[in-house]
């Protein structure tokens, strides 16, 4: 049986979770209709998403179309959660992005479009709310071609749009316009259709489905179909185009095995519980795989999603997604394959689609002596959303998490007094920096002994190196965005392969402990954006540990750091604000006022365009200033611009949460290591 592997994602209230509910009913897998409002839909299932109606994590349901088994991964629609959004895209085969035809392409639905285009995912377009008074499909489709994409093939059309009786029709063959229109579209990546089309003046229709199949499932074209989630019109049309117009997954069984955990939850007994697409291979039940970076574990349950639920089996395929129990330490996003090590590492470096978390804010406690359960409770949500970031300050005894917005802050306030019994109070939001080298800085550690040699030929004079490992970094300066890569430039006879096993290995756990040590640079912020290479390495024949690698590196690096410098940068957010003309003086005072700067505006007709850049921690000001400005009228659209240097002088910093590399004496004495 054939799989396909479904996202529907949209802006948040565009009607997602509702098409997601009315697909269900009208495949046959569910026989009543929930609803957002009531709390009663398939898909959203926590108490927090029932009351707020919106979606907060991932969830999967499955119908069949003939041969074809859809899982249909529904996504939360609010910025603040879109995490969960990247962990989805990355494991789709297809998708469905949904727009409401009555507020039009809203702000989140670029980002979306984007994510899904750079991944090369093929998708379909749902105009939803026809149903609704202000619907207008014509309007909504020119704002896609202009802001999103122009390669759009309207497959249906609407009768009497924005009424309660809308009514979707088949395209009217008779109109030589519109196929012509159709035609130019295809004709850029199908030659043989331009030539029949120049040759006899027309293409049949069967020709054109033919084409606009094979273009769609290559993502080359995106169909569109107008219709109404909650109403139900449309709806059958979309299910019926599915199979023909979007990939099943592809995949050997018999290839080695390679999947991706993109969610975590847990079980009734506490345990944790993976959702993980496979891209390759089986998984048996009892089957011991690798996870992360590394890790492996024994495959105590398996299941897959199927039509009316889960469903347990002793073998999950290439395609098909698998529920994971027995996998201790497993995370959201790990890569899971035959064994682990450097492969799985490798697999798992693949450029972000969105920005990580701009925001953070200390959380403690409300009531004396629940730390610690605070604590845990915030671990195990960590499980299930690494971006979160749990940062605990020992010495002040804070506990800060990272963020996306203040309705994140929210759900995380809510989940952790309903599900763990703890309540807390959270500071201030602050914005979360990170550091840049400013050049390029060398450093060398060498095995302390007084008669010992360095495996690579140098002499070790006295020195206060406490570690059984002589390690040299290099760091310099990587392209913007690219964050920390590692490379090894040494002697392969320098490495201790009795430790590490394979040069591979060697590499992704020295990689492993750059990361960790470049989580907190200079001032406290985490160091990115760099290259770093080790130029030495030696050991002890006898002695050496991993763990004395992993304790030397922060040094090593630290000394590298401070000769080359560092700049602190700031997140920004570039604005795309869309406003009736009148109320554009008053928008550019508020944005500069955030301390924004304007880059440029223009006006056509009654509307005027300001495209703007801001610190994304002000985002929030200009954002709740722009409704009462524009009388309900203007268009937000914010997308991360990146890190520019903060001006401050001195920079803000953040309190360490670790060892002090920067100060030898307190590092190695944390360490309970004597200089």
Known sequence: MRTLNLGILAHVDAGKTTLTERLLYTAGAISKIGSVDAGTTQTDTLELERERGITIKSAVASFAIGDLTVNILDTPGHPDFIAEVERVLRVLDGAIL?????????????????????????????????????????????????????????????????????????????????????????????????????????????????????????????????????????????????????????????????????????????????????????????????????????????????????????????????????????????????????????????ERQFPPPALESVVAARRPGEGGRMRAALNELAEQDPLINVRQDDERGEVSVSLYGEVQKEVIGETLAREYGVEVQFAATTTVCIERPLGTGEALEVISSPTHTNISGKSS??????????????????????????????????????????????????????????????????????????????????????????????????????????????PMTALRIEAPVESGRGIAGVVLGAGGRILGQHSAGERTTIVALLQSGRVHEVQNRIPGLTGGEGVLEASFAGYHPVQADPPPSRLRTRPNPFRRDVYLAALGRSA
């Not at 979306?112 to 377009?125: E, H, I, K, Q, T």
Request: glycine letters at 10%; charged letters at 20%.
């Open 461 to 570: 004079p006295a020195s206060d190196n406490p570690f059984a490992a002589t390690l040299g970094l290099r760091i310099e300066p990587g392209p913007q965005g690219s964050g920390i890569a590692l490379k090894v430039d040494v002697d392969v006879k320098l490495v201790p392969l009795y430790l590490f096993h394979t040069v591979p290995q060697f590499e992704a756990q020295m990689a492993r402990f750059v990361e960790e040590a470049l989580e907190e640079g200079v001032h406290g912020w985490r160091l990115t954006d760099c290259v770093v290479t080790v130029t030495d390495c030696g050991y002890r024949r006898t002695g050496s540990t991993t763990s004395d690698y992993r304790r030397l590196t922060p040094l090593v690096l630290a000394a590298a750091v401070r000769e080359a410098g560092v700049i602190v940068c700031e």
């Open 98 to 350: 949904v727009i409401s035809a009555v507020e039009g392409v809203q702000p989140q639905t670029p980002l979306l479009y984007r994510a899904l285009d750079r991944l090369g995912v093929p998708m379909l377009f749902f105009l939803n709310k026809l149903d609704r008074s202000g619907a207008d499909p014509e309007r909504t489709l020119d704002q896609i071609a202009k802001r999103l994409t122009p390669a759009v093939i309207p497959m249906r059309r609407a009768i009497d749009p924005g009424t309660p009786g809308v009514q979707i029709a088949p395209l009217d063959e008779r109109d030589d316009t519109g196929r012509a229109a159709i035609v130019e579209r295809l004709a850029e990546a199908d030659e043989s259709l331009l030539a029949t089309f120049v040759e006899t003046g027309s293409v049949p229709w069967p020709r054109l489905r033919e084409s606009i199949s094979a273009q769609s499932k290559a993502g080359q074209v995106h169909p569109v179909f107008p219709g109404s989630a909650i109403g139900g019109q449309g709806v059958a049309e979309v299910l019926a185009a599915i199979p023909a117009l979007l990939p099943a997954a592809a995949g050997d069984p018999s290839a080695e095995l390679r999947g991706r955990v993109f969610k975590i939850e847990r079980s009734p007994a506490g345990d944790r519980v993976a959702y993980a697409r496979l891209f390759a291979g089986t998984i048996q039940s009892r089957d011991r795989i690798g996870y992360g970076d590394g890790s492996e574990g024994r495959v105590t349950g398996l299941a897959t999603i199927a039509p009316g639920g889960i469903v347990q089996v002793q073998a999950v395929e290439a395609g098909q997604i698998a529920r994971l129990n027995g996998l201790a330490g497993i995370r959201v996003g790990d890569p899971i394959g035959a064994a682990g090590g450097a492969e799985l590492a490798t697999f798992a470096d693949e």
